[in-house]
Structures are given as C-alpha cells and as structure tokens.
C-alpha cells in the first residue's frame, strides 16, 4: 500500500518580505520517521481552499503548535495586545480544516495550538493566560533556554480510565513536555477529557462519537517522538488510523470500479 498522505497546517508569517506559510521541522520528522506518513503543508489560505477535495485526497490531518494564540473573538473572549500574537490566516483555515475532517472521519492529530483550535471549532472556549490563575501551575517553558530544555518531559498528566489516550499508553498517567501559555477552559460539548494535569489543567481530549482518530494533546509529543516511548504512541496511533483510513478508501475505490 502507499504511504498515507497527510495534510499539516501552517503558520502564515511575515518575512523578506513576503509572507510564508510554514511549520516546525519536529513535527514533520515525527510524522514522515515515527508514524510513517508523508507530510504536505497546508498553507493557510482559508476559505480559498477547497477543503472538501483536500479530504478526500489526504489520510490525515495534523494540526500543529504555534506561537500564536487562537483569536479570542472566535470562542467569546477579547482580544489584547498582551494575549497576541494571533494568526487571523492560519484561524481561516484550521477550524473549518478541523470540523469538516471530523466529519469526514480523516484522522486528526491536534497538537498544543491544535488541540485549542479543535476546542474553539467544536465550541468550547480557551483559557489564556493560565499561569497567572490561583493554584495553577506555569505551564510555560523558559524562554532562553535551547529547545532540548525548553520541551523537556517534566510534567505528569493523569489519563482518564477507558478512554482513547488510556487504550494508547496503556497507563494511568504519563510524563509530557507541556508548554503553554493558555489551554481548554470550557470543553465544548462534543470533546471528552482524555488527561488532565495535576492542577486541573486540560491535557488532552477526543471527539465523542467521531467516525476517525480524532485526538487533541496540549503538549508536544513530536519533539521526542524518536527517543520517548510515550510520545512515540501517539504519532504510532495516528499513523495506524491514517493507514486504515487509505486502506478503506483503497477498498472503495476498488468496489466502485
């Protein structure tokens, strides 16, 4: 069978001048090395994009990280030069990107920025700022630090029993690399809590009733996928739902002839 084909958003950012729609390496070589899949970048050109033919062409979505925070417009909150940068692009693109490969049952991988756009797309609304909230912890990473730092497996996350990410680890509780600055405040309604950090703080979710995967995590699995079992699990089981997904399209496209 070929390799599945997955689809990952970008960032749209300004630079020589010219704007560019990228994303990070870690997520890529974790995606192509650990799960076994071929990556192509979405760039974020919101409703230009015919979403609808992108998910019947692609195996997967991967919605990755970022620097910048979903627009607090889009859950209700207000936006501040303080809670920035944003992303009005990249916005355009992933939400209807999110809802419609939920809907198709394409496989979806949501990651730190991901997993809080998956929330916005289904309703829920974002917390930002959490470390500044009584009796949480500060989530964020050093920023001056180099990146093996800066992302390193420091935090403990409870997993819920008999949920998707407890059949993925086959634990109770799992040491991550979660590194933000805002998370899930409200789960919207279709999103069941998957692992929680010891301050309460929402660590992962899956969609109730989704046809596909459809998993989001607030830490960064991709940046120790290649050494961390853990990390590893989650790209393995993206990469396994992305190959049933082919597989089945495969078998589809076979009987239609």
């Known amino acids: 069978m070929r390799t599945p084909l997955i689809a990952v958003s970008t960032d749209a950012k300004d630079f020589e001048n010219y704007t560019w729609h990228a994303t990070p390496q870690p997520y890529l070589d974790a995606a192509v090395s650990t799960a076994g899949l071929l990556p192509v970048l979405l760039p974020s050109l919101g409703d230009r994009l015919d979403l609808d033919s992108l998910l019947d062409t692609v195996d997967g979505v991967l919605v990755t990280g970022s620097k910048s925070n979903v627009y607090p417009e889009l859950y209700g909150g207000e936006a501040s030069e303080e809670n920035g940068p944003y992303d009005h692009a990249r916005d355009a693109t992933t939400l209807p990107l999110i809802r419609k490969a939920i809907e198709k049952g394409v496989p979806l991988l949501a990651i730190c920025r991901g997993i809080q756009e998956l929330n916005v797309a289904l309703g829920g609304t ?112 993206f990469g396994e739902a992305a190959r049933r997904h082919a597989a089945a399209r495969e078998r589809a496209g076979i009987a239609a002839k």
Do not use: M
């Open 126 to 237: 974002l917390a930002t700022e959490i470390h500044e909230r009584e009796g949480a912890f500060d989530h964020r990473g050093p920023q001056d630090a180099g990146h093996d730092t800066r992302f390193a497996i420091r935090q403990t996350v409870k997993v819920a029993p008999g949920g998707c990410l407890a059949r993925i680890f086959e634990t109770s509780e799992v040491r991550v690399n979660s590194v933000h600055r805002q998370g899930v405040d409200r789960p919207a309604p279709r999103l069941q809590v998957e692992a929680v950090a010891d301050d309460g703080t929402v660590e992962a979710v899956s969609v109730k009733g989704a046809p596909g995967f459809a998993v989001g995590v607030q830490w960064h699995p991709e940046y120790w996928a290649h050494r961390d079992d853990s990390s590893a699990r989650i790209f393995r089981a």
